[in-house]
């Protein structure tokens, strides 16, 4: 168990709606990533906040925001979804804000189902 | 840019055979991290190792031990006596402050291991 905590575990929805993913980091951790897994892109870093504040950005697409609230949990939102959006969406969390140092420990994904 | 290559793909084994997972990398940074890491079939990513590049001694934990080689920007990553326990699918991955590629992983696509009884 890595201690960081995504919910909900799988997420089913149609094209053209909007969902919100959670995730709680690790206990003291300060940083919060999110990677999307798919077949066609592999893993891919979107976004990353470092104690409230965005410290990095990946591929993230415009329809995708995130955000870090003062208590560290995080919440990945996906709007105007498209068939393409299908993915395992990974949080992951670290001490510092130095990711590309830490080691990285994710949850156990939301699975995206788009439809 | 940073880019990881996992060239091989898929890999069959039975039980108790050693296995090599073959990595290679790319950066422009002088200072970086390598890590591996595990997803099995339940699907969470588990971290494996971390290495920096200034260290290139190599790691054993277990049945699992790690080959880094700067000169020819390699990080293999071998398990003896392979279980089936070990079936999941294991990424390289690269980390540098360099550009735009500060604070994320680049991912290679992952190698999937079976290992049969």
């Known amino acids: 168990d890595s201690g960081v905590t995504q919910t909900p575990k799988h997420l089913i929805t149609a094209t053209g709606q909007r969902v919100t993913l959670r995730c709680s980091p690790r206990s003291g951790d300060l940083s919060v990533y999110w990677y999307q897994q798919s077949l066609d892109q592999g893993l891919q870093f979107l976004i990353q906040y470092y104690n409230g504040e965005e410290r990095a950005k990946g591929n993230i697409l415009e329809r995708f925001s995130a955000q870090q609230f003062p208590d560290l949990h995080s919440e990945l939102n996906l709007s105007s979804l498209e068939l393409g959006d299908s993915a395992l969406y990974f949080c992951?969390?670290?001490?510092?804000?130095?990711?590309?140092?830490?080691?990285?420990?994710f949850g156990n994904g939301t699975r995206l189902t788009v439809t | 840019a940073q880019k990881v290559t996992q060239a091989q793909t898929e890999i069959s084994v039975v039980e108790k055979e050693d296995v090599t997972l073959d990595c290679v990398y790319e950066t422009r940074d002088t200072t970086y991290y390598l890590f591996w890491y595990k997803q099995p079939p339940s699907g969470e990513l588990v971290f494996l190792i971390r290495r920096n590049s200034f260290d290139e001694q190599n790691e054993i934990s277990g049945r699992y031990s790690w080959n880094f080689q700067k000169s020819t920007s390699s990080f293999n990553f071998t398990i003896t006596a392979s279980q089936v326990v070990d079936s999941a699918v294991y990424f390289c991955a690269l980390s540098g402050p360099g550009g735009t590629s500060y604070g994320k992983l680049t991912f290679g696509q992952g190698t999937i291991l079976t290992v049969h009884p």
């Open positions: 992951a969390s670290s001490t510092t804000g130095q990711g590309w140092a830490s080691p990285l420990h």
